[in-house]
């Protein structure tokens, strides 16, 4: 299997006024092409930040890469200059964020806004296989054929709206189309049905899951909820505090997660009623990333801590085929 | 019924809407259009819905934060939109609001000491060392620490902002809590642990909940009845586990498969809604549900509003498949 990203031990700080946030703490993450990946996790994790920082989007400074490489079809993201950046965002790598209102320009027509980001890719994009100066008229077309694949009824009308004239649903369609417009390798999308009613929400996954079956791209799929990531992912990495503790598949996640936070977490999920039982929390909160727990960032939560959680970092060990996590409970 | 403790009639809201805005030929959002329920002291109501349905306007007008255009609310068997604005001031003790967002709903000026006192100090004029007791009892009961009384919101995680904002809302001993999605906005290691502590909470104080979320999980964990809302309208009732598990109303049914299964194995059959949700400045004709229903008889559900039906479990729906009762 091809692999189209491989992010190689990460470690991301962040210079705040109280202190230096360790905001990532050396992540390793691996996606072949067509892959569907879940980045899982609560605030503070390091979800976004893993994602923004793939396509070179964090502040810096604040932010700082300490190390690490991540590697797009074999050449490190990190090395390369703003000018080649610009030809992986948008083209080679996309994104969706997770409030559609704030991505789409208030002011332009749907139409405008497509039509700018199909044409952008045109000017010094270096594939060499494009059509180069295609004319504006292409252009609409191509943003219509969009809007059908993304299944907004009536496109050619509907393109003429401006971003307030259209529903959250609506405009979270309009922004993959944007993103796929290129064909990119690899889609990212960070929350992005959070903001959506849940009816809305469900036609947006299987519209995802449509387009992955149909161009086959990558999806990387950040997400607080379990139940989202399950819908369209077939991978699942969750993360803790700027770790990557657990990477399975979907089927072994649920069938047996190894990892106690993992655990902590499925069994937060709400059961169908009380009398089924009582859904359970993690005790405890949310570590300061400035002064971080010593070795294993959860330990403080965790019910199954040992001495050794206090002092050692637990590496990433494979525990039965293609399942990962990174605990001291499963060291040999 | 005498233990009924809130009794909603026929509540209506419409807001207008200014001359030459729309060409419809309704001028008003019609956000609350003939709601009824009824909550028992001590029971955990939940109303659920999407965007436009109207569960948050309902909240607000039981408080009577906003005023409705039509209808009744009954409260022990008196109808509080006939109450003068003191009368409105003693009762609004007994029933008290928890707010979505733990981050926006407390001043970010004032301690948590502050916050918890004020509704004290205005309603039974506390003041030194009889008003530090009762905040301090409040915040035992929500399980925060003394020393958290003198922090200012930013310095709390939104579990114990939450909380601070229970303790507020518990000071005057109210018998009813509306809680407007009070765990959106939290982790979903901390949610569990919210609703598990509202629900010990609520025994322990003798409470009646209103739920209002469009999470259906957390409505099916923490709530006995249900009411789904579509547009204004109930358009579904019961019992939350007869609800849940055996929906009526093609909406109720669609929204139940919409949920997102964390499991590996997802439902086969699902239900995908066309379209979007109507505006509420444009209700559809007849049954407002039509323009999306994947289970549409016909001209009838575009041209009559469907009547309740009620069956013998308790629970109701509107929807025309019920409209003839079935025999045998």
């Known amino acids: 299997m091809e692999l189209v990203l491989k992010i190689n031990d990460l470690r991301i700080e962040f210079d705040t006024f109280e202190g230096t946030s360790q905001v990532l703490d050396g992540i390793d993450l691996t996606l072949e092409r067509g892959d569907t990946m879940g980045l899982v996790g609560e605030t503070g994790c390091g979800k976004s930040i893993t994602a923004k920082a793939i396509l070179r989007l964090l502040p810096i400074p604040p932010a700082r890469i300490v190390s690490g490489e991540i590697l797009f079809q074999g050449e490190d993201i990190l090395k390369k200059s703003e000018e080649e950046m610009k030809r992986v965002r948008g083209k080679r790598i996309a994104m969706v964020f997770q409030d559609p209102m704030t991505f789409l320009n208030p002011l332009f027509t749907i139409e405008e806004q497509l039509v700018d980001v199909i044409l952008a890719h045109q000017r010094g994009n270096g594939s060499g296989n494009e059509k180069r100066g295609m004319s504006r008229k292409d252009a609409v077309k191509k943003a219509v054929q969009l809007l059908g694949e993304v299944k907004i009824p009536q496109p050619e009308l509907r393109i003429k709206s401006y971003p307030h004239e259209f529903s959250g649903g609506m405009r979270q369609r309009v922004l993959i189309a944007m993103a796929l417009s290129r064909s990119p390798q690899i889609l990212i999308a960070d929350e992005p049905t959070t903001a959506l009613d849940v009816t809305i929400q469900a036609q947006i996954l299987w519209l995802m899951n449509d387009l992955v079956q149909r161009y086959g791209h990558s999806v990387l799929l950040i997400s607080h909820d379990l139940g989202v990531v399950a819908k369209v992912c077939k991978r699942i990495a969750v993360m803790y505090a700027g770790n990557i503790v657990e990477d399975c598949s979907t089927a072994q996640l649920f069938r047996r997660p190894l990892h106690p936070y993992t655990q902590g977490l499925l069994s ?26 010593p070795g294993c960032r959860f330990h403080p939560r965790c019910l199954r801590a040992m001495e050794v959680c206090k002092e050692k970092k637990p590496a990433m060990i494979e525990f039965e085929q293609g399942h990962w996590v990174s605990c001291h409970l499963y060291h040999r | 019924m005498p233990d009924q403790l809130l009794d909603v009639r026929n509540l209506k809201k419409h807001f207008p809407l200014k001359k030459g805005f729309l060409a419809a030929h309704h001028g008003s959002v019609r956000a609350v259009d003939g709601v009824s329920f009824s909550i028992r002291a001590g029971g955990s109501f939940g109303l659920v819905g999407e965007s436009g349905s109207g569960k948050t306007t309902v909240a607000r007008i039981i408080l009577r934060l906003v005023e409705p255009t039509g209808g009744e609310i009954l409260w022990e068997g008196r109808d509080i939109c006939k109450f003068s604005d003191s009368e409105m001031k003693e009762r609004r003790r007994n029933m008290q609001m ?20 004020e509704p004290l100090v205005i309603h039974e004029g506390l003041s030194g060392k009889k008003l530090r007791k009762r905040v301090e009892e409040l915040m035992e009961i929500v399980g925060l ?3 958290h009384m ?7 995680s939104g579990g114990q902002k939450q909380r601070v904002g229970i303790a507020r809302a518990l000071s ?3 018998r009813l809590l509306i809680l407007d999605e009070p765990t959106s906005a939290l982790d979903v290691s901390v949610q569990a642990q919210m609703l598990n502590f509202l629900e010990s909470l609520q025994k322990k104080m003798s409470l009646t909940y209103l739920f209002i979320s469009h999470n259906l999980a957390v409505i099916r964990y923490t709530c006995d009845m ?38 590996a194995e997802q439902p086969e059959k699902m239900i995908y809604l066309e379209g979007d949700i109507p505006s509420a400045t444009n209700i559809p004709p007849g049954c407002r549900f039509h323009t999306r229903c994947q289970a549409k008889i016909g001209k009838i559900c575009e041209e009559d509003e469907p009547t309740t039906r009620y069956f013998s479990d308790g629970s109701q729906v509107d929807c025309h498949l019920y409209r003839e009762r079935r025999t045998g």
Not at chain 2, 150 to 156: S, T
Not at chain 2, 235 to 253: D, L, Q
């Open chain 2, 150 to 156: 003198f922090r200012y919101p930013h310095e709390l």
């Open chain 2, 98 to 117: 928890i707010f979505q967002d733990p981050h926006s709903s407390l001043n970010p000026r004032k301690t948590v000491f502050k916050s918890v006192a």
């Open chain 2, 172 to 174: 005057l001993q109210p």
């Open chain 2, 226 to 263: 249900v009411a789904v809302m579509y547009l204004g309208k109930i358009i579904e009732m019961g019992k939350t586990e007869t609800v849940f598990s055996s929906p009526k109303h093609p909406y109720t049914k669609a929204l139940v498969l919409a949920i997102p299964r964390p499991q």
């Open chain 1, 268 to 293: 937060s999920i709400l059961t169908f009623s009380k009398r089924e039982g009582e859904a359970q929390g993690i005790k405890g909160i949310i570590p300061d990333l400035i002064r971080p727990p």
């Open chain 2, 145 to 147: 620490k003394r020393e």
